[in-house]
């Protein structure tokens, strides 16, 4: 009999209990419709997004057979790249064979690849044997977590790509590679993996929730348990962790908590509750967001932030035309760490807004706060900036002075650009201006 008392939601593990999975409908039929055909894809989500959970879902028996994949056929092994920064190709294969060794109900294949496991594991070794795989009724598809781990081993070069492409175009071998990045851009970007190996896939994008999905994750784990949250704990829920599977469950997580403590008996005292521990979680993610975004999408991340706080809503498309790189846009919404939503204070057009209201909070928090010594005066006159530069540095002298320190390089390139001068000045002006002045950070979490 389950103990209705225990907190059903998590704050950072990988779901193993396929009990414990929600959403992803559609994501699970198309990748489940590839894997069927012999056909590879590449699982592309932004850090916590629940690329692990999923692939952890997908290879659970019992989801296989649900989806039409008779475990006497379909041959799955799972491989985490996580850690093994020196494995080699070798190493990866034997690995990789004791995986499927387990699912193979053939006592000669088993014994054959006990063998090859004995001695170095060799690329015309491994293309018999999944030739002999597929030529005997098994289809074989390998699953590959954190593969950017893969694409940055010095030991696997160009020719093991090549190896896994020829064994996915001559033996039937598919793969499902998971990666916070596209494979298109870990060959530009970093020219490890060769194109002809990323050709062979086919993208799916794991993003934020469909609204229904989210519900689900918030309100089922609740039928077993003492607590259930109201219609206005859904909405905090929402405006706090957006419709990010791993921030919901954290957000759920300290809600819960909240409910059992005999302290926290009314709802503004919950919320603040909820709020300081999620912000503590999540702190570190937000970060890792922040620092891993271009100067354009930290800009636009800023503006939306601080303009949204002072105005309580987001801002429409149009208003930010000409303003914020409408590409880079696009790159955030895909990422799910921004979003599209009507605004209930407008009921009209969808809204540009940060996905969670305390990553905007963490954002004005961090672009605003005054660190060094140093005046922006005495900064110019340090770099010396040149053109455009010293012309951008001096029309934002005033709204500059009072930022951070470390974004005054950052910004005063943005102006610079050509067509954003008076533009961007405005947006700068409007932004900081008022917040600035008052010399506080909102706290609109609780300003409905």
Same mark, same amino acid.
């Given at each position: 009999m389950p103990n209705n008392d225990i907190n059903p939601f998590y704050r950072r593990k990988t779901l193993t209990d396929i009990n414990q999975f929600y959403g992803r409908k559609e994501e699970i039929k198309k990748v489940f419709s590839l894997i069927r055909v012999a056909e590879s894809c590449s699982l592309i989500g932004e850090r916590r997004i629940g690329k692990s959970s999923f692939l952890q879902y997908i290879i659970h028996p019992q989801t296989r057979a649900s989806y039409g994949l008779p475990l006497e056929r379909y041959i799955v092994g799972y491989f985490d790249f996580l850690g093994y920064t020196n494995l080699t190709p070798s190493d990866f294969w034997n690995l990789i064979l004791e995986e499927l060794s387990y699912e193979i109900n053939d006592e000669k294949l088993s014994l054959k690849i006990e063998e090859m496991r004995k001695s170095e594991i060799k690329l015309q070794d491994l293309s018999r044997l999944m030739k002999e795989l597929h030529q005997k009724g098994f289809q074989t598809t390998i699953l =590959?977590?954190?593969?950017?781990? &893969?694409?940055?081993?010095?030991? !696997?070069? =160009?020719? !093991?790509?090549?190896?896994l492409r020829n064994l996915s175009t001559n033996c039937g071998l598919a793969y499902v590679i998971a990666s916070t990045n596209d494979l298109l851009e870990l060959y530009y970007v970093k020219n490890v993996i060769g194109s002809p190996f990323f050709n062979i896939f086919t993208n799916v994008f794991l993003g934020p929730f469909p609204e229904d999905e989210a519900l689900e994750l918030i309100k089922s784990p609740l039928e077993e348990s003492c607590v259930s949250f109201s219609e206005k704990d859904v909405d905090f829920i929402f405006k706090i962790a957006g419709l990010h599977p791993f921030f919901l469950q954290l957000a759920c997580y300290h809600l819960f908590d909240a409910y059992k403590s005999k302290q926290l008996k009314e709802e503004e005292a919950r919320f603040r509750h909820t709020l300081a521990n999620f912000k503590n979680d999540a702190l570190r993610h937000f970060k890792y967001y922040w620092d891993n975004s271009n100067d354009e999408e930290k800009i636009i991340f800023a503006a939306l932030s601080i303009l949204?706080?002072?105005?309580?809503? #987001?801002?429409?498309? #149009?208003?930010l035309e000409g303003v914020l790189d409408e590409k880079q846009l696009k790159s955030l919404e895909n990422r799910g760490l921004i979003k599209n939503?009507? %605004?209930?204070?407008? #009921? &009209?057009?969808?809204?540009?807004?940060?996905? %969670? %209201?305390a990553f905007g909070e963490w954002i004005v928090e961090e672009i605003t706060s005054q660190r060094g010594t140093v005046s922006?005066?005495?900064?110019?006159?340090?770099?010396?900036?040149? #053109?455009?530069i010293n012309e951008a540095a001096s029309a934002v002298r005033n709204t500059l002075s009072k930022v951070n320190p470390r974004y005054w390089e950052m910004l005063t390139r943005w102006v610079s650009q050509p067509g954003n001068l008076d533009k961007g000045k405005k947006l700068l002006e409007t932004m900081f201006t008022g917040i600035l002045n008052a010399g506080i950070i909102c706290d609109f979490v609780f300003s409905q």
């Amino acid at each position: 009999m389950p103990n209705n008392d225990i907190n059903p939601f998590y704050r950072r593990k990988t779901l193993t209990d396929i009990n414990q999975f929600y959403g992803r409908k559609e994501e699970i039929k198309k990748v489940f419709s590839l894997i069927r055909v012999a056909e590879s894809c590449s699982l592309i989500g932004e850090r916590r997004i629940g690329k692990s959970s999923f692939l952890q879902y997908i290879i659970h028996p019992q989801t296989r057979a649900s989806y039409g994949l008779p475990l006497e056929r379909y041959i799955v092994g799972y491989f985490d790249f996580l850690g093994y920064t020196n494995l080699t190709p070798s190493d990866f294969w034997n690995l990789i064979l004791e995986e499927l060794s387990y699912e193979i109900n053939d006592e000669k294949l088993s014994l054959k690849i006990e063998e090859m496991r004995k001695s170095e594991i060799k690329l015309q070794d491994l293309s018999r044997l999944m030739k002999e795989l597929h030529q005997k009724g098994f289809q074989t598809t390998i699953l =590959l977590d954190e593969f950017e781990y &893969a694409a940055s081993n010095p030991n !696997f070069d =160009l020719s !093991f790509f090549g190896g896994l492409r020829n064994l996915s175009t001559n033996c039937g071998l598919a793969y499902v590679i998971a990666s916070t990045n596209d494979l298109l851009e870990l060959y530009y970007v970093k020219n490890v993996i060769g194109s002809p190996f990323f050709n062979i896939f086919t993208n799916v994008f794991l993003g934020p929730f469909p609204e229904d999905e989210a519900l689900e994750l918030i309100k089922s784990p609740l039928e077993e348990s003492c607590v259930s949250f109201s219609e206005k704990d859904v909405d905090f829920i929402f405006k706090i962790a957006g419709l990010h599977p791993f921030f919901l469950q954290l957000a759920c997580y300290h809600l819960f908590d909240a409910y059992k403590s005999k302290q926290l008996k009314e709802e503004e005292a919950r919320f603040r509750h909820t709020l300081a521990n999620f912000k503590n979680d999540a702190l570190r993610h937000f970060k890792y967001y922040w620092d891993n975004s271009n100067d354009e999408e930290k800009i636009i991340f800023a503006a939306l932030s601080i303009l949204e706080q002072r105005d309580s809503r #987001g801002f429409r498309r #149009g208003e930010l035309e000409g303003v914020l790189d409408e590409k880079q846009l696009k790159s955030l919404e895909n990422r799910g760490l921004i979003k599209n939503a009507v %605004s209930p204070q407008t #009921g &009209a057009k969808p809204e540009v807004m940060v996905f %969670s %209201s305390a990553f905007g909070e963490w954002i004005v928090e961090e672009i605003t706060s005054q660190r060094g010594t140093v005046s922006f005066e005495e900064w110019v006159d340090k770099v010396k900036p040149k #053109g455009r530069i010293n012309e951008a540095a001096s029309a934002v002298r005033n709204t500059l002075s009072k930022v951070n320190p470390r974004y005054w390089e950052m910004l005063t390139r943005w102006v610079s650009q050509p067509g954003n001068l008076d533009k961007g000045k405005k947006l700068l002006e409007t932004m900081f201006t008022g917040i600035l002045n008052a010399g506080i950070i909102c706290d609109f979490v609780f300003s409905q």
